[in-house]
């Protein structure tokens, strides 16, 4: 069985299953300050007890030798203004992922408008070209640096053999990677649509250790995490692993389908280190744990799992369609730190996996009772 498919053993899931019901002052609008002055509810998968601290105890449910494994992507200025040719209406681009020079997948509005052939501008010399429809609903988009045409009757004053100046459109196509920095240039964070107005430090959307530039939106388990913190782990003897995935469309796109088990999950790129890999089998032969922080990190650890032969974990890189629902066998994560998801979401189902769909349910309804914060800028939970 192919590992995409892994997360599949229910014939059938209902979506249903994952709904509550959040009082809306409940979604986080800002971060905590400092970040781990967070709330973090502890759940107990064996008891089923429920424990309410601060995320900085969070070192009062780790021991020595257990290892901390996060996820070091970055968030790009992924959310761009633009203005469709012709005509000058307005556009916005949401980044998804590179594909190549210049050339990335995006979310875009207005979507009746942007068909495959229309271009937009994004000032700066920038313009793009829409290519092609993505599988996923999105738009493939290529960027290119324009030129200018001289003015009728001016003279390059260039030596000879200089390349011309080209007709308006035309672009440059030297330097591609100079195409992908000017764009992200341009843009901005692109925050979750529930949160509105932020204007506070767009650090506080990046995680403390990040540093591989890639994610439409931020591995937000891990925004909890200041150095201090982690130098206190470390200093008890929780160790520090990385991997990388770059959090891509299906964070943005909802369950549409009555049967969850119907959803389709957009592939990431990920990537499983050496280091990490021996770290894990080092921390698994001296009886510590693997803390998986973020459900990104999960997807990676659990991926790289299934692709390893005759249970050795090894290095791997790739895009993962592992989709993670009640009924899954973990194989790598042994605890998991992560936020509050939405309902009816891939990421509840994720969770409800690994802690069991009503001692979930019951967790969450136990924090909207302790008037817990939501989403991205809000909680944590250790399920241990």
Known sequence: MPFESLGRLLPS??????AYELPPELIAQEPATPRDSSRLLVVDRATGRFTHARFSEIGRWLRAGDLLVVNRSRVV????AARRRPGGG???????KRVGPGRWEALVKPGRKLEPGSVVDLGSGIVGEVVERSAAGGRLIQFSLETKAAPPGDVDAAAPGDVDAAAPGDVDAAAPGDVDAAVLALGSL????YIHGYTGDPERYQTVYGDQL???AAPTAGLHFTPPLLESLAAQGVGLATVTLHVGLDTFR???????????IHRETC?????????ISETRARGGRVVAVGTTTVRTLETAGAASEDGQLAAWTGDTGLFIVPGYRFRVVDAMVTNFHLPRSTLLAL???FAGRDLIMAAYAEAIRERYRFFSFGDATLLL
């Not at 899931?13 to 994952?18: N, V």
């Not at 307005?90 to 998804?96: F, N, Q, R, V, W």
């Open 214 to 216: 890639g994610s439409a």
């Open 77 to 80: 200025p992924a959310r761009l």
């Open 13 to 18: 899931l209902p979506t249903e299953q994952f």
């Open 271 to 279: 990537t499983l280190p050496t280091e990490t890999a021996e770290a």
């Open 254 to 264: 909802p369950v549409k389908v009555d049967d969850l088990a119907q959803h389709e």
């Open 190 to 193: 692109p925050l979750p649509p």
């Open 90 to 96: 307005a556009a916005e681009i949401l980044l998804l």
């Open 351 to 353: 969770v409800s996996a």
